[in-house]
């Protein structure tokens, strides 16, 4: 039926546009008509149901009748191929029959579980390496592959570490950095950097190297770097990297100049500059304690008085750090070098206190 408004304007249009009109209002009815009785086909049937319980809805089989106008046997049908095709296109996600409601539902069980979620934050905020910002960041990605229970739990578990996390490195893009570093690898990329090693001579020094592999040790991620104009590889610790540049250059890492990856975590870098050496100590405490933090070492010779002693190798500076660390727990017993810049460093540090 034409409404009273729609007649009224009818009623003042000329003469020669009411039969063009009347017919547009009959096309209007008849479409507002069907609206009213159609019946989709199942296909748009299924993926209606379907992104209806994976946003929460569930769905009873009255309401599925009355709402796609059809029997029940359409319906149940509809159910089996969801169930079918999710638990192999979505094994995350599981089709429920909920007996109170007497409804269908999907649930999310999550790509991961929650435990394997928690493990992996509890390492993270245990390291400290990240800022917090990212560390929120990195958190927010990894609910997303939690269950909703999962993602409850997760949080209320993880809410008082969360709060009063403090990052132990003054970076906050060390996973960009991370990222940035796996790409100039796979592509043998050039670049050009400074490098805050801890020394007041070099942090303006600029270095030219190929990056050829990063890992994780010691709460610190690494990166092994062949300076093309030293010929040598050293390694690197990413949070003290200050200005990186890539290059358009590429270059292929010499295979004898690639050091072992295995021989190099085999090591303690406590600064990730210093040369390969090898030491000779006497270890005056529970040997075990420094083996543990000495993976390349091995005990030469056990002593009457119990001591023992140890050889290794090191990366220099973090040999000295080390030692120093030990107190009167140990003694170098070569090489020289060593033992010279040890008394240095131990000569410095007693100045300030005279």
Do not use: C
């Not at 007497?102 to 993270?124: C, E, V």
């Not at 500059?273 to 070492?297: C, E, T, V």
């Amino acid at each position: 039926m034409i409404s009273f408004i729609l007649l009224s304007d009818l009623l003042l249009t000329p003469v020669y546009k009411w039969g063009k009109d009347k017919l547009m209002v009959k096309k209007i009815e008849q479409s507002q008509a069907q609206d009213k009785n159609i019946k989709i086909g199942s296909r748009e049937r299924i993926l209606e149901e379907l992104m209806r319980m994976l946003s929460g809805d569930t769905i009873n089989y009255k309401d599925a009748m009355e709402r796609y106008h059809t029997s029940i046997k359409p319906i149940q049908v509809d159910f089996q191929i969801i169930r079918s095709t999710s638990q192999t296109y979505m094994p995350n996600y599981e089709m429920y029959y909920d007996h109170i409601r007497k409804a269908h539902g999907i649930k999310d069980n999550g790509m991961m579980k929650a435990s394997q979620i928690l493990t992996i934050l509890m390492i993270l905020v245990g390291t400290k390496i990240f800022s917090k910002k990212e560390l929120i960041e990195i958190d927010g990605v990894l609910m997303k592959l939690a269950s909703k229970k999962g993602k409850a739990d997760i949080k209320k578990l993880m809410m008082s570490e969360m709060d009063k996390y403090r990052a132990t490195t003054p970076v906050d893009d060390l996973s960009y950095r991370v990222g940035e570093f796996a790409m100039w690898i796979l592509e043998k990329k050039v670049i050009e950097f400074t490098y805050n090693s801890g020394r007041n001579n070099d942090s303006q020094k600029t270095y030219v190297g190929v990056p050829y592999n990063i890992y994780f040790r010691e709460s610190y991620f690494y990166t092994m770097i062949y300076l093309s104009d030293k010929k040598k590889t050293y390694l690197f610790r990413l949070d003290r990297f200050k200005k990186i540049e890539m290059t358009h250059k590429s270059l292929i890492v010499p295979a004898a100049k690639r050091k072992d990856t295995g021989e190099v975590l085999g090591k303690t870098q406590l600064l990730s500059m210093g040369n390969d050496i090898h030491f000779r100590i006497l270890y005056l405490d529970y040997p075990q304690a420094a083996l543990d933090k000495l993976p390349s070492s091995k005990i030469e010779k056990r002593l009457d008085d119990k001591s023992v002693i140890i050889t290794g190798e090191l990366f220099s500076e973090g040999a000295i750090r080390w030692i120093l660390s030990q107190g009167n727990r140990v003694k170098v017993l070569q090489l020289q070098s060593l033992i010279d810049e040890v008394k240095n460093r131990l000569k410095s540090t007693l100045e300030f206190y005279e």
